[in-house]
């Protein structure tokens, strides 16, 4: 089966810049989508499309792609981005969504 | 407002049933493609299956096909999920989300793109024991 991978955990001193990878052999074929879940909540989609921001996503949110590898960049980390943090996409047929196993980001 | 609300969940012993909803509103139900999602005990999250908004596509993940069931009534506004034959793996806090589609244009020809899952319900929990 069709897995993505992501780092277990991530910490950053507030204030610094945290980058949370994920790889995939399709995600240069297909989107990837990050997700933020706090504890005790539902998942809310951070980024669409590899790079763009819902409506109401803080601009210090941003994506990116290179080849099999997707990142979720957070610029001026703050303490309430503490949680954790999933990619999503597709596997090669397209027709099956999967997620990464998941990022605890850390704010120190 | 823009809501889902998930229901069904509960203590079912293995090899049980049970029978999720997910109550939308404050948008028009029969134009999303739905999806389940699960999040087992201190897990990450599962996608489950998703059904196109006129129910004639349905995709499951590998480990539910067979034993689970995604529907819907869009008169009802409603989406569901029949499990059967369920296991201790399937306890879970059971998400359902709306899939959000885009338009845009590939070669100057009409696409839709897949935005992701923009709106969740707050789970319901499934707990499958002895």
């Known amino acids: 089966s069709y897995e993505l991978t992501q780092p277990p955990s991530v910490s950053v001193s507030p204030g610094q810049t945290a980058r949370i990878t994920c790889s995939g052999d399709?995600?240069?074929?297909?989107?990837a989508y990050w997700y933020q879940q706090k504890p005790g909540q539902a998942p809310v989609l951070m980024i669409s499309?590899?790079?763009e921001r819902p409506s109401g996503i803080p601009e210090r949110f941003s994506g990116s792609t290179s080849g099999t590898t997707v990142t979720l960049t957070i610029s001026g980390v703050q303490a309430e981005d503490e949680a954790d943090y999933y990619c999503?996409?597709?596997?090669?047929?397209?027709?099956?969504?999967?997620f990464g196993g998941g990022t605890k980001l850390t704010v120190l | 407002e823009v809501q889902l609300v998930e229901s069904g969940g509960g203590l079912v012993q293995p090899g049980g049933s049970l029978r999720l909803s997910c109550a939308a509103s404050?948008?028009?139900?029969?134009?999303?493609?739905m999806t389940w999602v699960r999040q087992a005990p201190g897990k990450g999250l599962e996608w489950v299956a998703n059904?196109?908004?006129?129910?004639?596509?349905?995709y499951y993940v590998d480990s539910v096909m067979g034993r689970f069931t995604i529907s819907r009534d869009n008169a009802k506004n409603s989406l569901y999920l029949q499990m059967n034959s369920l296991r201790a793996e399937d306890t879970a806090i059971y998400y359902c989300?709306?899939?959000?589609?885009?338009?845009?244009?590939?070669?100057?020809?009409?696409?839709?793109?897949?935005?992701?899952?923009?709106?969740w319900g707050q789970g319901t929990t499934v707990t499958v024991s002895s």
């Open positions: 989300a709306r899939d959000r589609w885009v338009p845009g244009a590939v070669a100057g020809s009409p696409y839709w793109y897949y935005y992701g899952m923009d709106v």
């Open positions: 999503q996409s597709a596997d090669s047929s397209g027709s099956y969504r999967v």
């Open positions: 399709a995600l240069p074929k297909h989107y």
């Open positions: 059904i196109k908004q006129d129910g004639s596509d349905k």
């Open positions: 404050g948008f028009t139900f029969g134009n999303y493609w």
């Open positions: 499309k590899d790079s």
